[in-house]
């Protein structure tokens, strides 16, 4: 029966096998040796140039432990990243459940449409477009003026706010697609069972629908958190004086100081640092869902 | 983190192939008549209606390429051998590139212009080594203050106003730790090329950070941050005020602040195994004719040439010439000397531990 089974398998390998080998192939040249190239900087003193010297070295780990500043803004990176994730929870999980329970057909459609805008827009185009809008004298300025009786000065560009909402609302609509797949698929007899049992809204809530949709919030907060740690754009232009982090140091040391060896190695051991957290949060959230 | 690994692997993978093909290929096939230039992007050398004027007087094909930092354009001549033709390098890295033999002694002797550069600057000791000539020199400025002219009935004379409390929030300065280390310098009274006391260019950039608004990085940063009327006061390069205010009409002053300002020197080089030394030759007599730098300070906006009867042949009320080539002016600027890269790696510690207290 197992040899069987092997053999089965087998053959259904080798007909996929031309299938996979475009996006092996790819992988290998696009993804895997560039990467390892970084890793191999990472370990040198200076890059492998025509007429430079350069050495194996463990120098630019040791860098990241033996300057405050490094764990310092990776602490600051981590905490942003919590942040963010955790205010597109807060916006996003709730407009999944309304597309994926409440609205039915146009409506519906409607809203999706504008939930997945930000994606067809540039970055770069989204992060000024929030510089108009939060500077003093800018749009949410003027409106909120024109509005109230009394006066109030509203500038937020330039700051930690700024950053956070910039983020959140490039992210967001993760959030809300990964949920809204996992809240759709739950049974509505689920939820009118629990209903007719007894339970109140709030308890088949928490106790049928959160647990429910664990895997999309679990799926959507390290689709957002990953990438939020080691953003670089969104902190340097609505940051201002306050937007140096983790990202933006990496970017400075390949663009702006061209020490690739140490800005590979920042990289990697955000990569390290990310992957353990990841790895120590699963148990917990598998628990939890 | 998706994003900067990305571009950093792309990056990686272009300078691995353009590495191997520097070795692979040293012959590449390269046209004879072609002028690999490498310069700023918007600087001069690639305006359109230069390279045309260009290539028409002299038959030559000029190939513009770019750099973004000063040690990119090193080691894109490194890893490029006989790829580039000229090659545009501030003064204070002309000692690293000649001691790396990235470039070669310039026959001046061919070029009609260098006659006409100002005597200080041609005998530059950051040009010339050994009787031989390394660079020519092409345009110098300043890193100096501008303001906003609304912010102020009387342009102020000290670097302090920087500091002043009525500018909390409203002050900018680029982000770049040499050029800030070099402004706490200044501000501390310290010669910007022998600083001694980088303890006390520490406690004035610290408390300089609460009265910043942002760090600007491009012209744009600066113009936009005036345009909309955020900012009163900041560090600014000469030739971008200029700009700011002939070109765009912003309301923009230069000041050179009585504590000095820091200067610094372009100038124009030719690498090691140019295969077209003539038509590098050709594109530098260019570059530092006063017809083109008239024609460049007119449609554009420029620095100041250090070819005398440049300056000379712009009107005597010319920002260039009235305010930058006034003695009083020369007096109290310094230009910028060659840094090793140990007080690089310094200042950008400093500056890096400056900008994450802030928090």
Do not use: V
């Given at each position: 029966m197992a040899d069987q089974l092997a053999i089965g398998s087998r053959r259904g390998l080798r007909p996929a096998l031309p299938l996979l080998l475009p996006a092996y192939l790819w992988l290998t040249v696009a993804i895997f040796l560039p990467l390892s190239a970084m890793v191999f900087f990472s370990f040198m003193?200076?890059?492998?140039?025509?007429?430079k010297e350069w050495s194996f070295t463990l120098g630019n780990y040791a860098a990241f432990f033996s300057q405050s500043l490094y764990s310092k803004l990776l602490l600051a990176s981590l905490r942003l990243g919590l942040e963010v994730t955790l205010w597109c929870v807060v916006i996003g999980y709730p407009a999944a459940y309304v597309l994926a329970k409440v609205l039915k057909g146009r409506s519906r459609e409607a809203i999706f449409l504008l939930v997945i805008l930000p994606f067809w827009s540039n970055g770069l185009v989204r992060i000024f477009s929030w510089a108009m809008v939060l500077r003093e004298g800018g749009i949410l300025d003027t409106a909120l003026n024109a509005v109230l009786p009394f006066k109030i000065n509203i500038d937020l560009m330039y700051s930690y706010p700024a950053v956070i909402i910039g983020l959140v609302h490039s992210y967001v609509p993760y959030m809300v697609l990964t949920c809204y797949l996992t809240l759709q698929a739950i049974d509505d007899s689920l939820i009118e069972a629990g209903r007719s049992l007894g339970a109140s809204r709030r308890q088949v809530l928490w106790r049928v629908i959160v647990p429910l949709s664990m895997p999309g919030l679990i799926a959507g907060s390290a689709l957002i958190f990953v990438p939020v740690v080691g953003s670089f754009m969104e902190p340097r232009i609505l940051g201002g004086r306050t937007g140096t982090f983790y990202g933006t140091v990496i970017e400075d040391q390949f663009v702006a100081v061209f020490n690739w060896p140490l800005g590979a190695a920042l990289s990697f051991i955000l990569l390290a640092v990310v992957l353990i957290i990841l790895a120590l949060a699963a148990p917990v959230l598998r628990r939890a869902g | 983190m998706r994003m900067p690994r990305l571009t950093a692997l792309l990056t990686a993978t272009a300078v691995f192939v353009s590495a191997f093909t520097a070795y692979a290929f040293p012959l590449a096939a390269q046209a004879a008549e072609e002028v690999h230039v490498l310069n700023w992007k918007g600087y001069g050398a690639d305006e359109p209606w230069a390279v045309a004027n260009f290539e028409k007087a002299t038959g030559f094909k000029v190939v513009n390429d770019f750099f973004n930092s000063e040690q990119e354009m090193l080691t894109k001549i490194r890893t490029n051998p006989g790829l580039y033709d000229v090659v545009m390098i501030n003064a204070a890295f002309n000692d690293q590139a000649m001691a790396g033999k990235l470039i070669q002694p310039i026959d001046v002797s061919k070029l009609s212009n260098y006659a006409d550069i100002a005597k200080d600057k041609a005998g530059s000791p950051m040009l010339d080594h050994d009787g031989k000539v390394y660079g020519v020199p092409w345009v110098w400025g300043l890193t100096a203050l501008a303001i906003n002219d609304k912010s102020f009935d009387k342009p102020p004379t000290s670097i302090a106003e920087m500091w002043n409390p009525a500018h909390k929030g409203r002050v900018i300065i680029r982000d770049d730790a040499v050029e800030a280390v070099q402004f706490g310098a200044l501000a501390s009274g310290q010669n910007i090329n022998d600083i001694k006391d980088l303890e006390a260019v520490k406690a004035k950039l610290t408390s300089l950070m609460p009265q910043i608004k942002t760090f600007w990085s491009s012209e744009n940063d600066w113009n936009q941050m005036v345009a909309s009327n955020q900012i009163d006061i900041g560090t600014y390069w000469s030739g971008s005020a200029d700009r700011a205010k002939t070109h765009f009409k912003l309301p923009v002053s230069l000041v050179i602040p009585q504590e000095g300002s820091v200067a610094w020197l372009d100038a124009f080089s030719i690498p090691v195994g140019s295969k077209n030394v003539a038509g590098a030759e050709a594109f530098i007599n260019y570059m530092i004719d006063p017809k083109f730098y008239v024609e460049w300070v007119t449609k554009v906006g420029a620095p100041v040439s250090a070819n005398t009867k440049a300056v000379e042949?712009?009107?005597?009320?010319a920002f260039n010439r009235k305010v930058m080539g006034d003695p009083e002016v020369a007096k109290r600027i310094q230009f910028q000397a060659p840094i090793t890269d140990e007080q690089r790696e310094k200042y950008l510690a400093l500056w890096q531990e400056l900008k994450v207290n802030v928090k």
């Open positions: 003193t200076d890059l492998p140039l025509a007429g | 042949a712009l009107p005597g009320d």
